[in-house]
């Protein structure tokens, strides 16, 4: 089975919008492209789709835009040749090597976490706190930046229960970001 893993960017106060915390650089940016290059999928919601797609697909020319640093290319790469899935009940259709994925969400992810390979990656907001409330969330990792944003969209806000975490890696950023890598603690009961 095919572990499902959360990984997002988030202040020390929470806040996981993605212009709240520290600007990537060549060490964090190598970091995601690991992290995403981890999965054989990628499941978005539509907001994080729209988003990451005006940011990292290929432009026609197949030229990468001259605002791109070369450091973002890799990452750039790996996200777009990569696999999607999208939940969405508002798209009719999607492209950029993605698919809908349609139907009961629960049932949707078990499927694809029953096939075989490295592991499914999720981002977002939305979908990943649906995802945790299902219990089909098997790993946890947050770039945590050091900034106190004060405002925007918290990580997991809302969540139905709590799920009890264990530490099973970190890795200190010279900017100061740390990234953490949990599972979930199986609770007796």
Known sequence: MRPLRYAINVTIDGCCHHEAGVAPDAESMRFWVTEVGRADALLFGRVTYEMMQSAWRRPGTGVWPDWMKEWEIPFAET??????YVVSSALDGVDWNAELLRGDLADAVRRLKEGSGEGLFVGGVTLPLALADLGLIDEYVFIVQPVLAGHGPTLL????????LELVDRHEFRSGAMAVRYRPVLVAG
């Open 79 to 84: 996200i777009d040749t990569a696999k999607k």
């Open 157 to 164: 806000a809302g969540l139905r229960d709590r799920i009890a």
